[in-house]
């Protein structure tokens, strides 16, 4: 449509606008394992900074062995007696500082190649299903609460124009936010490179804001010029 980008909603509505900012975020990445969608939030949680804080003087299990995982699960040894991780992989994937400040805890307890097969509960959790990935022995452990930290996936799946993306589904932009479709930008978790913080997110909403101001003013100074 020439200088102009459409929209279309799943409401069967139609937007037409010189600039786009795609700011859809992200959502945390899950198990998809029986049990899990009916307790997110009741025992689930992805946040230890928002739920920890709930299961003072308990044992809990955190799902990801990466910075976040390692990261959370440290802040979460300030309420709980005990923290169980469980990584996928034959090795964490934090930095070495994390990991050794992790080894050094007491209240931390590192499994590798052990991963969740089902969650257990009614309304609240009783149990999780883990195997040993090495041996193959299923087991049951009974935290209290888990804490799932095994990544972002973005909400791009409705992007049908040629965008650029990297190969996890996250936006790719330039110096100036710009997508590599002219006068489309990406900003906060959506956007790959993104620190995926708050407070970062609000810093790119501000800048972006910034930089379709300038792309506008460069637009209608290039319309002027070439109509002279």
């Known amino acids: 449509m020439g200088d102009y980008r459409l929209v279309n909603t799943e409401a069967g509505d139609e937007y037409c606008a010189s600039v ?14 029986p049990g899990e969608d009916d307790l997110i939030n009741a025992s689930i949680h992805f946040c230890a900074t928002c739920d920890g804080p709930f299961y003072k003087d308990r044992e809990v299990v955190v799902v990801g062995g990466g910075n976040s995982g390692i990261e959370e699960s440290l802040f979460l040894t300030k309420f709980v007696n005990k923290v ?26 590192i499994r590798l190649r052990h991963t969740v097969r089902e969650f257990k509960g009614n309304g609240r959790l009783t149990s999780i299903v ?45 110096p100036t936010f710009e997508t590599s479709g002219s006068g489309v930008f990406a900003t906060g978790d959506v956007r790959a490179g ?30 002027g010029s070439s109509g002279t």
């Not at 913080?197 to 637009?219: F, H, I, K, P």
Request: net charge negative; charged share 25%; hydrophobic share 40%.
């Open 194 to 223: 993104s620190t995926k913080e708050v407070a970062s997110a609000v810093g790119e909403g501000a800048t972006v804001a910034l930089m379709v101001r300038q792309y506008l003013e460069n637009s209608q100074s290039g319309r």
């Open 20 to 33: 786009i900012i795609v700011a859809t975020g992200s959502r945390y990445r899950r198990l998809n394992v």
């Open 84 to 109: 169980t991780v469980l990584e996928f992989g034959d090795q964490l994937c934090a930095s070495r500082v994390l990991q050794e400040t992790a080894a050094k805890n007491p209240k931390i307890e």
């Open 130 to 174: 883990v195997e040993d990935l090495e041996s193959g022995n299923v087991s049951e452990l009974n935290p209290a609460a888990v804490f799932i930290f095994i990544g972002l996936d973005p909400n791009t799946a409705f992007l049908k124009d040629p965008i650029d993306i990297d190969k996890m589904g996250f936006i790719q932009t330039n």
